[in-house]
Each structure stands twice: as C-alpha cells, then as structure tokens.
Nanobody, 127 residues
Framework: QVQLMESGGGSVQAGGSLRLSCAAS????????MAWFREGSGKEREIVAF???????SYADSVKGRFTISKDNGKETLYLQMNSLKPEDTSLYYC?????????????????????WGQGTQVTVSS
C-alpha cells in the first residue's frame, strides 16, 4: 500500500520561497510517476508539476520558471521548490503517484490519472 505524506507548507510573503516534500512508504519508489497538484478554495484540483520515472519534468504554465519538481529515489521523497511565490499560488498542495503511468502531458494532467494521494499541505502567500 503506497502512503504519501506532504510537509513543508506554510505562510510566506509574495516573492518568497518554500520547499514542499512528499515522503513515500510502502512503494517501489523508482517505478512511480509523481506529481504535485493544488486545490484553491472553491476551485478544482489542478496539476502543478509532473515527473516521470525517467526524471522528465513538465509544468503548468502558471508556475513554469518559478517551481521545480524533483525526486530523490534514495530518500523516497518528492520535492517541489517554489520560488517567486504569488498570492494566487495560495492553495492546498497535494502529491500524487501512479505506477505504470499511461497518460501524456498534452498541456496538463487530470487528478483521475493518479491512484495514490497524500493528505495535502497548505501554502498561503500574502501580498
């Protein structure tokens, strides 16, 4: 059973940085394609960034150039480095994982493409 636990959220002023972590357990971590999603108040869950099993990354246009997704197979941990944060980045951030990932990026990924989810960590950016 794959278990994911996010950490690293918090409150920061616009222009600041945060690094989110997602620790995995019960997994064959190297075989997981993983992603970060976020869900703002009253909004649908949206993809932020994705990393496949080869380490190839993809980003939503809204975060491209500011956020970096990475995966440490030795520590079985997924990261999201978030720089130049904006108030509109305020959301609950979730990590997600899937074995045998079959979808293509094509500008984004849907939450339904992932089976395993963490509980989320809140990021609040003030202006």
């Amino acid at each position: 059973q794959v278990q994911l636990m996010e950490s690293g959220g918090g409150s920061v002023q616009a222009g600041g940085s945060l690094r989110l972590s997602c620790a995995a357990s019960g997994t064959r971590f190297v075989r997981l394609a993983m992603a970060w999603f976020r869900e703002g108040s009253g909004k649908e869950r949206e993809i932020v960034a994705f990393i496949d099993t080869n380490g190839e990354t993809s980003y939503a246009d809204s975060v491209k150039g500011r956020f970096t997704i990475s995966k440490d197979n030795g520590k079985e941990t997924l990261y999201l480095q978030m720089n130049s944060l904006k108030p509109e980045d305020t959301s609950l951030y979730y990590c997600a994982a899937e074995y045998s990932f079959a979808s293509s990026w094509n500008g984004g990924l849907k939450a339904a493409s992932f089976t395993y989810w963490g509980q989320g960590t809140q990021v609040t950016v003030s202006s």
